[in-house]
């Protein structure tokens, strides 16, 4: 009894650990810039790849930008645009999940078969295509990454909503004559809460390597917008030249970044699931699924799934 | 059995053809006319008429789509005005090189994570297992070519014991002549795949251990070693298959990062260069082949799954 106690704790002081590095990140990306100003418009060949100093702590790039106050506008747009798609991803996956799942039958099938056709094709892959034709922006950003993203709160919630919808207080609501819609709205999807916002952490955190990953190919916003994915990408032409500040720090930042949602989704279905003892990610999500029923449990629907076009 | 088979191909099937029908919107969404991308600009009315007209653009979208399929059943990828080659055979010269390096990846990874998830679920909560989540944990949270960059850094611009790039000899499997260059890529994705396989190998086992047959080999008093081997180990090798079904795009993506990182002539650098020239019947080429690989992937694994867990097919 004592053990698990002092794992809940453990558990726990992870995902305090976890709040607590989102909350100074940011802090570094909102407040940095009022504590540190720095020009991050103008390029300047006078101050290109300084070495750290008192005027810039962390150096300077190869365009002369100030590396410390360009990690803190990268982290700004990156955290941004991870949040708008985990928001706009739950919230249409969540849509789509439950009235699939309420509706059963053939439109099922079809809004299921059309989200594992965004799921067979690999993420990254698309978005480069799609950053060939269009010059990527911050909105644009957003939308697409997020149009491969609420796959998996789709499934998940359907999953949850074919559980739930056999639960008594459902099936109550609908002998009472409440719609389709208000039986979703009012019933089903304030039940699945927990498991959304579990979902909604982790995709924050697969929503910012999407978009590094994208930066660091050569395909991300365009200069002087900077994400830390775009700061890799050029830093990594100075791998062999020394200039360490043009790489470490934006690398450092995005893995602790990451971990940091990661940590704070982990604790948060510990705490919700009122089993820490759930192990890896699976947990719930996996169990959902597999009390959910058709189409075939383990396999295609296990959480990693939700993560696995993102790295 | 043929039941579930016969649903699961059926599903299969109907995801491919979403598949190519989302690809076939793709290619449309290129700018400008294709008979001016390929005749240049000032090409004259008649020229892109008769462009036009040879390469069936001036048919109704559904009947383009159809055509589209019809050239897809017979392996025809498309064809790259940018390369001068037909994109197929240019994709089936590279893929060896992707098939050894993902394989390698994909296999060492599952040696590793295998055991590791399991040591870590039977020792759940015990420093052994905390150590090894933590590690887990950041190799997942790692992007995969940051982890590349850390490896470069580490053993080829600091050590000088590995080259940063991976052989360049052409021909099939061209890698495989300089195997010094294939350690570090092959290392990030073992590493990129043992991150979340052990992750999920341990949850998994500790789903396996919770079971009433693993508490009833317990409690007739077989010997632990027995019980870990013969019950727990064989159903966790049902994760296996899962993983080798699941992993399809990561590996894919994963693939593509290491290939643009360490310079691995293959697929996925292709992709790459293609990107950067506008190529996109490459692109577009690569595309449905990822797609195809995964809509595969996840059904052989589902079929396989309900082959060795008779529970599945039931549903």
Known sequence: ?311 | MSGFALRRVGQAVAVLLGVTLLVFVLEHLTPGSLAHAILGPRATPAAVAAFNAANGLNHPLPVQYLTFLWRLLHGNLGYSYRLNRSVGPLLAGELPNDLILVGLGFAVALVIALPLGLAQATRRNRPVDHVASAVTLTLYSMPSYWLALLLIAGLSVGAHLLPPEAGQSAGTAGILQDPRGLVLPVLTLTLVNVGWFSRYVRSAAIDTLAQEYVRLARAKGLPERLVLGRHVLRNSLLTVVTLLGLSVPLLLTSGLVVEYVFNVPGVGLTYWTAATNADYPVELGVTVLAGTATVLGSALADLAYAALDPRVRTR
């Open chain 1, 1 to 311: 009894m004592s053990g698990a106690l002092r794992h809940d704790l453990l558990r726990h002081r992870l995902g305090v650990t976890g709040l607590a590095l989102v909350a100074l990140l940011i802090a570094f990306c909102v407040l940095g810039p009022i504590i540190h100003p720095t020009d991050q418009v103008h390029t300047n060949v006078e101050l290109t790849n300084l070495a750290p100093s008192a005027g810039h702590p962390l150096g300077t790039d190869a365009d002369g930008y100030d590396v410390l106050g360009r990690l803190m506008v990268g982290g700004r747009a990156t955290l941004e645009i991870a949040l708008a798609v985990a928001a706009l991803a739950t919230l249409l996956g969540a849509l789509w999940g439950a009235v699939a799942g309420l509706a059963g039958g053939a439109l099922d099938a079809l809004m299921m078969r059309i989200v594992d056709t965004f799921l067979a094709l690999p993420a990254v892959f698309v978005l480069i295509y799609l950053a060939t034709i269009v010059q990527p922006t911050v909105p644009l950003l957003i939308g697409v990454i997020a149009l491969f993203s609420w796959l998996g709160p789709a499934r998940l919630i359907r999953g949850e909503t074919l559980s739930l919808r056999t639960r008594e207080y459902v099936e109550a609501a609908r002998a009472m004559g409440a719609g389709r819609w208000r039986t979703i709205v009012r019933h089903v999807l304030p039940n699945t809460l927990g498991v959304l916002v579990v979902n909604a952490t982790f995709q924050v955190a697969d929503a910012i390597i999407l978009l590094a990953t994208l930066a660091f190919l050569g395909f991300g916003l365009a200069p002087p917008a900077a994400t830390w994915g775009g700061m890799l990408y050029q830093g990594t032409s100075y791998l062999l030249d020394g200039y360490w500040w043009e790489v470490y720090p934006a690398g450092v930042l995005l893995m602790v970044t990451v971990i940091a949602f990661n940590l704070v989704g982990g604790a948060l279905r510990d705490v919700l699931d009122g089993d820490a003892a759930a192990g890896g990610r699976g947990g719930r999500v996996r169990r959902a699924r597999t009390a959910a029923g058709p189409p075939a449990p383990a396999p295609s629907a296990a959480s990693p799934a939700r993560s696995a076009t993102s790295r």
